[in-house]
């Protein structure tokens, strides 16, 4: 993606070796390439809501007559509102520009040169690029053959300059949350564990671990209203902080970051909670059907989850992983592939709705 103007620029050095986030492939790029046109294609590669805004979230955005106006910085309503739903006092809260931007806020308010995070793959990549920007680094410690997080070697890891412990919980792409018991050992560390809640409404814990914020100098929850809340979007995502971590980090957040389209869809969807949670519930009764549904490829293994999206692994030698995409992407079916090496023989699929899963069954019916 870099081009040649790096010869001709100085830019800061851990920017020429960043490690790049590479997004799930849009709409428009997937249809480019394939020749399928956008309405014809099934987007099961980025865990969006294929419900999208309630009805009552559409008209507020449609109504609104301020869209000249900068937001309100305070975000007095939708802290409120927020407050009420996470049973956490205003203070806590801060509102972001979707919740990648508090990842790179926090990552840049806790890392210089030479520092080390810990991140537990598989997981979210954007942990680790936003890592090499700041010039820290990555130590990984694997997560067990389960994907359970490896407290042990976690804590067997750390160093002195050991600044953050990233775990998401759910976590992408695996889909299984962490014990509270592993958060507890983990606090203990005295380091900042961040835990990122993007799926915890999926969850059969939807509250997350927003009721251990207010005990420890040392938690962070990041939660957004992409994936559950269908406003992917709009970007709007918040984190709950220890006060003290929260005014630092609203000193380093440019204003305005949170349009008011973001504010009005937010505060609307808090307001008609039970239309939205509607949905999530339509998701995870899906999910079920999606899991069974791949349990019964014999050439897949798909892992439980409690996110909006199933982790599955390629396990027939003779089933290639090219040739599923092919036949899955000829019936304008995108999913998620992996890079990484250990990663080729696992695909992600996002729970769509009933009549995606039918189609993917078809395409799945098609693999030799
Ligand atoms: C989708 C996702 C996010 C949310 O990002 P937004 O910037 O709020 O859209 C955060 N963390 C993980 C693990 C995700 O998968």
Redesign the pocket.
């Given at each position: 993606m870099y081009t040649t103007s790096r010869h001709h620029v100085s830019v800061r050095p851990e920017l020429e070796s960043m490690a790049e986030y590479l997004p799930g492939e849009s709409l428009e790029a997937f249809s480019a390439r394939t020749g399928i046109p956008i309405h014809c294609i099934i987007k099961l590669n980025?865990?969006e809501s294929p419900y999208g805004p309630g009805p009552s979230v559409l008209k507020a955005l449609g109504d609104c007559k301020n869209y000249n106006h900068y937001p309100d910085s305070d975000a007095t309503v939708l802290r409120v509102a927020l407050s009420a739903y996470t049973g956490l006092e205003g203070s806590h809260i801060v509102l972001?520009?979707?919740?990648?931007?508090l990842?790179n806020l926090l990552w840049h308010i806790f890392l210089s040169v030479g520092d080390n995070i810990i991140c537990c793959p598989p997981?979210?990549l954007?942990y680790t690029s936003i890592t090499s920007f700041c010039g820290a680094s990555v130590i990984e410690v694997p997560r067990t053959t389960r994907y359970e997080i490896d407290v042990e070697h976690i804590l067997a890891a750390l160093t002195s300059s050991t600044k953050l412990i990233v775990i998401?919980s759910p976590?992408?792409p695996t889909g299984n949350p962490i014990a509270e018991s592993d958060v507890l050992a983990l606090l203990e560390s005295g380091r900042i564990v961040v835990i990122?809640e993007?799926?915890v409404e999926f969850s059969r814990r939807p509250g997350g671990f927003a009721h251990l914020v207010p005990h420890y100098p040392n938690l962070v929850i990041?939660r957004?209203?992409?994936?559950w809340a269908g406003l992917?979007g709009l970007?709007?995502?918040y984190g709950l902080f220890p006060v003290s971590i929260a005014n630092y980090i609203l000193r380093a957040q440019c204003p305005f970051e949170v349009n008011v389209a973001g504010h009005i869809a937010a505060i609307e969807t808090l307001a008609h909670l039970e239309c939205v949670l509607a949905d999530v519930q339509r998701i995870v009764q899906e999910r079920e059907r999606l899991f069974d549904v791949l349990n019964n490829q014999s050439y897949l293994t798909p892992y439980p989850s409690q996110g909006n999206f199933i982790f599955a692994r390629l396990d027939d030698v003779e089933v290639k992983i090219e040739q599923v995409r092919a036949i899955v992407e000829e019936h304008g079916i995108l999913l998620r592939y992996f890079q990484k090496p250990s990663m080729r023989n696992f695909l992600r699929v996002t729970v769509g709705l009933p009549e995606h899963t039918d189609k993917l069954v078809e395409a799945l019916a098609r693999v030799p």
């Open positions: 980025s865990n972001s520009h979707g919740s990648s931007e990842i997981t979210f954007l998401c976590n992408n990122d993007a799926y990041l957004s209203f992409s994936k992917a970007r709007i995502g």
